[in-house]
């Protein structure tokens, strides 16, 4: 998607925070990342109307649901009001979304595209949550126009996807594997997402703020101002636990915070992420 629209100096609008390597693809194009004020339902699309008058840029990129690396979700009504804004600006939304499926609790909600009247939305999502990490399988609905240009990109760049990994991406769905491989590794994350957050909700200070994700795989809390997450690293690793420290997921546009952190729970048993959490939970005391 970048290879069909982006130039050198086009500017892409995303949220603060963001997911950072779409920022490094983006930089690869020689766009200029723009970062629009969030809370906890999303982007604020007032936010986002006035830096698309102020810096008319080529797109939109957003991870609507259980984003990457807060694990906010918009909601419906800014879902919509996102696509009316491509719409009437004319401008490419970039939506991503690759956790949808791996909801553990609360409401479905429609994708940004179901709200799109004109194709300017264009849904990307990808088969390695929920089939295998490992397939590099990912797909695109769009207009089908934008679809026949992708398709030429993809074909000048490497040709094609991997058959056989296709094949067996396919069949796994054919054969009717999906639903019941979806709900197992639904269990095992909602176990483990109620495991990480009774943790953070125990054993971190009380004045922390943290994100409960419906889904995903990972959760966002922000620590006392004084706390720098980027240095705490060094710390937390001599004791056997890391993170991502917030800093890397920021962008120009909105305040850079350094007292934020991402924390998966995704690929942790239950046990080792009260072990982790206890570790983590007295490095931060140390900083108090």
Not at 160 to 183: D, K, M, R, S, Y
């Amino acid at each position: 998607v970048s290879q069909l629209y982006l130039e050198p100096g086009d500017i892409i609008l995303v949220e603060s925070p963001t997911f950072v390597h779409a920022v490094q693809v983006f930089k690869m194009f020689q766009a200029r990342c723009i970062a629009c004020e969030t809370d906890d339902h999303g982007l604020v699309i007032e936010d986002v109307e006035a830096k698309i008058k102020q810096y008319a840029p080529k797109m939109v990129y957003v991870i609507p649901t259980f984003q990457n690396p807060s694990g906010r979700t918009f909601s419906r009504e800014r879902r919509k009001a996102l696509a009316e804004l491509g719409s009437q600006y004319d401008i490419v939304i970039l939506e991503d979304d690759p956790y949808c499926e791996l909801r553990y609790s609360g409401e479905a909600l429609p994708p940004v595209k179901h709200f799109d009247q004109t194709g300017n939305t264009v849904y990307v999502n990808s088969f390695s949550k929920i089939f295998s990490p490992g397939s590099r399988l990912g797909y695109v609905f769009a207009d089908e126009e934008i679809i026949r240009k992708t398709y030429e990109v993809k074909v000048a760049t490497n040709s094609h996807t991997n058959t056989v990994t296709q094949i067996l991406c396919a069949e796994f769905f054919n054969q009717g594997h999906f639903e019941p491989h979806l709900n197992r590794i639904c269990d095992i994350h909602r176990e483990r997402r109620d495991v990480m957050m009774k943790c953070v909700n125990t054993m971190l200070p009380s004045d922390i703020r943290s994100v409960y994700p419906e889904g995903g795989l990972f959760t966002w809390v922000e620590l006392p101002e004084q706390i720098d997450t980027t240095a705490l690293l060094n710390d937390a690793v001599k004791q056997n636990v890391a993170y991502m420290p917030g800093k890397e997921f920021f962008v120009e546009g909105q305040p850079i915070r350094n007292n934020c952190m991402r924390i998966s729970f995704g690929g942790v048993e239950p046990a080792k992420i009260i072990v982790g959490m206890e570790r983590l939970a007295k490095v931060i005391s140390t900083k108090l």
